[in-house]
């Protein structure tokens, strides 16, 4: 297992490069005794990891073209806007290393383009979850009020957020279609979002 310190307060296992990554505090002299300390926390979290992989393996995987993607994006904004009293003030399509999405304080919303080979029901979440951040910045108690609104159990949606991850990781032949976007960033001002 791969491990990196960090400024955090405590150790942590970060999933999202399709391997497991133990991040521990700077102030961490003995990187041995903190694996030791966490061995059970740490097996834990790679049986979970392992598990997801398996039960993700054979999912569906949909090809969208970019067209389609932003066609997709573009409705459930248009949704959301009128159930949450927001607006977007942008969209950015990018390749993402580690995240499905974010929002700024501008109000734009950047989306990996890797959410086109998911489900319409992850993406619709994905664009719910950062759309909730125009109105709650942080992950804390009345962010996740607002998104249980929409979707009672979100927990089982970033489940299969992780999960697919992975199988796209996994996926050499769709990871050469998404690498072929590297480095390209493409902006989408407000009024493209009413096509």
């Known amino acids: 297992m791969k491990v990196l310190k960090r400024k955090v307060k405590y150790p942590r296992i970060e999933l999202k490069k399709g391997y497991p990554v133990l991040i521990l505090p700077e102030n961490s002299e003995k990187s041995e005794e903190i694996i030791e300390k966490y061995k ?3 097996e834990k979290k790679l049986r ?7 039960k993700y393996k054979n999912r569906k995987i949909y090809k969208r073209d970019e067209k389609e993607f932003c066609k997709l994006i573009r409705k459930f904004i248009n949704e959301f806007e009128k159930k949450l009293q927001v607006e977007v003030k942008g969209i950015k399509l990018r390749q993402m290393k580690t995240k499905w999405g974010s929002c700024n304080k501008k109000g734009e919303i950047t989306f990996n383009t890797m ?3 998911l489900p319409p029901s992850l993406i ?3 664009v719910f979850h950062e759309m909730v951040h125009l109105i709650v910045k942080k992950h804390n108690k ?3 009020f607002y998104v249980k609104k929409e979707f009672k159990n979100p927990e089982k949606y970033e489940e299969k957020l992780l999960g697919y991850w992975f199988l796209i990781q996994s996926k050499p032949s769709l990871f050469y279609e998404f690498s072929k976007e590297k ?5 989408y001002p407000p009024l493209s979002l009413q096509d």
């Open 40 to 42: 059970k926390w740490i």
């Open 48 to 54: 979970f990891i392992n598990e997801l992989k398996v």
């Open 115 to 117: 959410l086109k080979f």
């Open 124 to 126: 619709k979440y994905v």
């Open 142 to 144: 009345d962010f996740w």
């Open 183 to 187: 480095g390209v960033e493409r902006f």
